[in-house]
């Protein structure tokens, strides 16, 4: 069974930094793509980073210069360091897991998340 938690979540100011981790379980977290969710009250679930196996990354257009999305195969963890944060990051923010997207497929940045964890919520005061 596949598990996922998070932590690193909390309240921080506007312009601030937090750093999310999501340790997973099982041996072949190093061939799974890994990302990273947020939902905003009263909105969808969106992605916000991905990383491949490879190391490959993808962002939401809203983080890209802020967000960093990265992974520690030793650790069966990956990171998300936030900085500069806005208002409109708050949110609750899901790690996800695909287990299902060959590896050659990640590297063009297709995914495929069918795990999740419990979430953390992050909230950015003005």
């Known amino acids: 069974q596949v598990q996922l938690v998070e932590s690193g979540g909390g309240l921080v100011q506007a312009g601030g930094s937090l750093r999310l981790s999501c340790a997973a379980s099982g041996s072949i977290f190093r061939f799974n793509a890994m990302g990273w969710y947020r939902q905003a009250p009263g909105k969808q679930r969106e992605l916000v980073a991905a990383?491949?196996?490879?190391?490959?990354?993808n962002y939401a257009d809203s983080v890209k210069g802020r967000f960093t999305i990265s992974r520690d195969n030793a650790k069966n963890t990956v990171y998300l360091q936030m900085n500069s944060l806005k208002p409109e990051d708050t949110g609750v923010y899901y790690c996800?897991?695909?287990?299902?997207?060959?590896?050659?497929?990640?590297?063009?940045?297709?995914?495929?998340?069918?795990?999740w964890g419990q979430g953390t919520q992050v909230t950015v005061s003005s």
């Open positions: 996800a897991r695909d287990t299902r997207t060959p590896i050659s497929a990640q590297a063009m940045g297709v995914f495929d998340f069918g795990s």
């Open positions: 990383i491949g196996s490879g190391g490959n990354t």
